[in-house]
């Protein structure tokens, strides 16, 4: 049975299923929508160090009982590959996340880290001492691809792949430690573990490589050795089998995803976030459903992004094709967009030349609200 929100007055048209107590639980927390902020790499933390501006940004996109996933966020100082994004490797950039963090929940808003690393997607400029990004492999990004100078990887060996585990371990303790409600672990889009996960990337020949089980096994240890520390009940994970971004693809991606969706169940982490396979052969491909048997697999709460409007959304809603539905540029471009699609408003449009540039004002917080609008 679906039911709209309770409360109708603020989000009269989102849909969601009915509880016991009229709201959706996501582990501990209550949500009262199922619209959720996607993580946006937004290029505004000078330095690696997140800034003020970015407590308006995510303050203005936060309601009641809305989950919020902040922008990739870097582990430690091999893990940057782009100017000007964040980081939780230290006291400086715990500190500087606080009142930002601080400022969702004064609005009532569930806050989550995305944990990054970007793996052979960087140059020696941005790694420590103008060394080469670390990878599965040897292999490097074509050269221009992206419009990216990206500097040959070094492959790591069997005994620093410990290091980069404990370097998820500690930036979740320090995202928990600066006040978010938990953390997702990115594994999407051709970053570091997609590199160990896709077998057109991965070539290694040893406990990490080959199999589909070696090649999920990195992942895998970073799940575990996160919840370890900071409770499976505040973590989650988002992957992207189907992509090919970053020239990370692999041969049997439905078999890819089946496979993580059921060993994380075992992990019981509180939600898989799932990007839909939509970007097939350089095409916008519809793909509908492809996605449900990892639902099915998958025992917590499962949330599909990419592609979705309100009409998409509320459907897979519906469907119980997903607990959660994503939104980026939509979200991006319309921060008040739970009540917008909640009154059936119209919508601001994004502007894509403004997404990357570092200016604290345009293209981030000056999108107007409906009222202004």
Not at 4 to 21: N, Y
Not at 340 to 353: H, K
Request: charged share 20%; aromatic share 10%.
């Amino acid at each position: 049975m679906v039911r709209f929100l309770i409360t109708k007055d603020e989000f009269p048209a989102v849909q969601i299923l009915s509880t016991k107590r009229g709201f959706l639980s996501l582990g501990e927390f209550e949500l009262r929508h199922r619209i959720v902020l996607a993580p946006l790499t937004r290029n505004r933390s000078y330095d690696n160090v997140p800034q003020p501006h970015a407590a308006v940004y995510y303050s203005q996109r936060a309601t009641n009982g809305g989950l919020l996933i902040a922008e990739a966020t870097g582990v430690s100082n091999t893990a940057q590959g782009y100017p000007n994004t964040p980081g939780i490797w230290t006291k400086e950039h715990m500190d500087a996340w606080k009142p930002i963090v601080d400022a969702v929940h004064q609005k009532g808003g569930i806050f989550f880290l995305q944990m990054w690393h970007v793996g052979r997607v960087s140059s020696y400029a941005f790694q420590p001492n103008g060394q080469a990004p670390i990878s599965s492999t040897n292999k490097g990004i074509t050269p221009g691809y992206e419009v990216g100078g990206w500097s040959p990887p070094r492959r790591l060996s069997m005994d620093e792949i410990p290091g980069i585990v404990n370097d998820f371990r500690l930036a979740a303790r320090n995202a928990i430690e600066a006040g978010f409600d938990g953390v997702e672990i990115h594994g999407a889009y051709g970053y570091l573990i997609d590199q160990f996960l896709k077998d057109q990337v991965n070539d290694r020949t040893d406990e990490y490589g080959g199999t589909l089980e070696n090649r999920c096994r990195f992942a895998l240890e970073i799940v575990e050795s996160v919840s370890n520390e900071i409770g499976a009940d505040r973590v989650g994970i988002r992957l992207s089998p189907h992509a090919t971004v970053m020239e990370s693809e692999d041969s049997d991606p439905d078999a890819l995803a089946l496979h993580m969706a059921n060993a994380l169940s075992k992990f019981n982490i509180l939600y898989l976030h799932m990007i839909e396979p939509r970007m097939l052969e350089g095409a916008r491909n519809e793909a509908p459903h492809r996605l449900l048997p990892i639902r099915k697999a998958f025992k917590n709460t499962f949330i599909a992004a990419d592609g979705y409007n309100r009409t998409k959304g509320n459907k897979a809603i519906a469907d119980n094709y997903a607990d959660l539905i994503a939104y980026g540029r939509l979200f991006l471009s319309n921060p008040d967009l739970p009540r917008r699609y909640g009154l059936a408003a119209p919508l601001n449009n994004y502007d894509s030349s403004t997404f990357y540039i570092p200016d604290p004002v345009v293209g981030y917080t000056d999108y107007p609200f409906l009222e202004e609008a």
